[in-house]
Structures are given as C-alpha cells and as structure tokens.
C-alpha cells in the first residue's frame, strides 16, 4: 500500500521553529515532485512549499517565503519542512502530498498521493 506519514507536528511558542518530515513506503517518489499544504481552521487547504525530484528547484507560498525551507531525501523517500519564525497564523493541519509527475505546482489537483496530516500550532 503506497502511503505518506507525516511526522513533527507539534505546539510552539511564536518566533519558535519546528521541523516536519514526511515518509513514503510503498513505493519510491524519486521520479516526483513533492509537496507541503495546509488547512487552517475554518479555511480551505492551501499550498505551502513544493520540490522538484531532484532537489534543486523550489518553490514557496509568499506567506512562507524566508522562513519556511523545503527538502527531500530521495535515498530515504523523505520530504521535509523547516519551519522558523513560525506565526499564529501557520496554525493549521500540514499534509505532504506526491506529485503526478515532475512540475512544481501550487495546485492539489496535481497531486494524487496524501498523508494524513500533522497538527502544528502556534501560540502567541
């Protein structure tokens, strides 16, 4: 069964950082893009970083930018997330996801694999 488990969630206080991995079995994901979101409560779920199957290429929400890093693992089927400087207003349930194929989309639609997500709050 091809499944991602999210890992790291957590409480912090703001200004404080946390880190988030995700891990894949079933399957490798070294052939796709990865990929962060989140659902804030009451919001709908939205993009938060993705990273292109070699690990070169990135791309951030402008609300993430500077503060939050992503990277992946491929030899360990890993995806991680940095979080720093984290505000209230990153609270909310974060997913990975794998991609269909290789781009660096922002859209859910372009990613067909989904963990089941990690609680992080931030207090202030």
């Known amino acids: 069964q091809v499944q991602l488990v999210e890992s790291g969630g957590g409480l912090v206080q703001a200004g404080g950082s946390l880190r988030l991995s995700c891990a894949a079995s079933?399957?490798?994901?070294?052939?796709?893009?990865l990929g962060w979101f989140r659902r804030a409560p009451g919001k709908e779920r939205e993009f938060v970083a993705t990273?292109?199957?070699?690990?070169?290429?990135?791309a951030y929400a402008d609300s993430v930018k500077g503060r939050f890093t992503i990277s992946r693992d491929n030899a360990k089927n890993t995806v991680d997330l940095q979080m720093n400087s984290l505000k209230p207003e990153d609270t909310a349930v974060y997913y990975c996801a794998a991609g269909v194929g290789i781009l660096l989309s922002q859209r859910e639609s372009y990613y067909n694999i989904w963990g089941q997500g990690t609680q992080v709050t931030v207090s202030s």
């Open positions: 079933g399957r490798t994901f070294g052939g796709s893009s």
């Open positions: 990273i292109s199957r070699t690990g070169v290429n990135m």
